[in-house]
């Protein structure tokens, strides 16, 4: 079975450049989460969508991040501008509910982002 | 400020001996999961438990859910330098739906 695929691996750009992240999500895993991953620190969710309607986005920084997932299967994350403080491993994943109570993610590999 | 929290946050021992890493919250948690995640991957599920007191065991890691399900526990015995990598919990909300994840033990087994 295939994984969460992500691309671009790797992304460098200038400040107040924009950048776009793509995932390919498991086929058939109606839930997908954008997460941030400072270096040195847990990954930071920012968007999780179930199909094609968001579920929580609290914690995206709606002033600069946008993310959207057409048809309940791709998605896109964009940051339009970049600040230095972006410079972060983003995470895609999705996942499958097990139980009533457990939802086990799959991650994909990741886009690391440095803003220089 | 932090919802979950994991100790020690390094950890450097040498092949053989044995380690127990924390995870802890004041919150409670449907579901409690262990992710391994090596350098350039994305994290890998090791285990789910939801139910408290819960004790799952994978080869020589042993998993508990707390009592209250506000706390967990990996025990490696005789690790090994594949065991390299930083061990992240993440606590499952909205009845699993989505997580939280703690800031990560970062596990270092020397030959």
């Known amino acids: 079975e295939a994984g969460v695929a992500q691309s671009p691996r790797y992304k460098i750009i200038e400040k107040r450049q924009s950048v776009a992240f793509w995932c390919n999500p498991i086929s058939g895993h109606a839930t997908l989460y954008w997460y941030q991953q400072i270096l040195g620190q847990g990954p930071k969710l920012l968007i999780q969508f179930q199909n094609n309607g968001v579920v929580d986005d609290s914690q995206l920084p709606k002033d600069r991040f946008s993310a959207e997932r057409l048809k309940g299967v791709d998605s896109t994350l964009k940051i339009q501008p970049a600040k230095l403080e972006d410079s972060a491993v983003y995470l895609c994943?999705?996942?499958?509910?097990?139980?009533?109570?457990?939802?086990?993610?799959?991650f994909g590999q990741g886009t690391r982002l440095t803003v220089v | 400020t932090q919802l979950l929290e994991q100790s020690p946050q390094f950890l450097s021992i040498q092949e053989g001996e044995n380690l127990t890493v924390y995870c802890n919250s004041s919150s409670v948690f449907s579901s409690l999961q262990w992710y391994r995640q090596e350098p350039g991957e994305g994290p890998v599920l090791l285990v789910t438990v939801v139910t408290g007191g819960e004790v799952k065991k994978l080869k020589r890691l042993t998993f508990q859910f707390g009592d209250a399900r506000k706390d967990s526990s990996l025990h490696i015995t005789a690790a090994q330098p594949g065991d390299t990598g930083l061990y992240l919990c993440a606590g499952g909300r909205n009845y699993g739906q989505n997580f939280v994840f703690g800031p990560g033990t970062r596990l270092s087994v020397l030959p």
């Open positions: 994943a999705s996942s499958l509910l097990v139980s009533p109570k457990a939802t086990e993610a799959f």
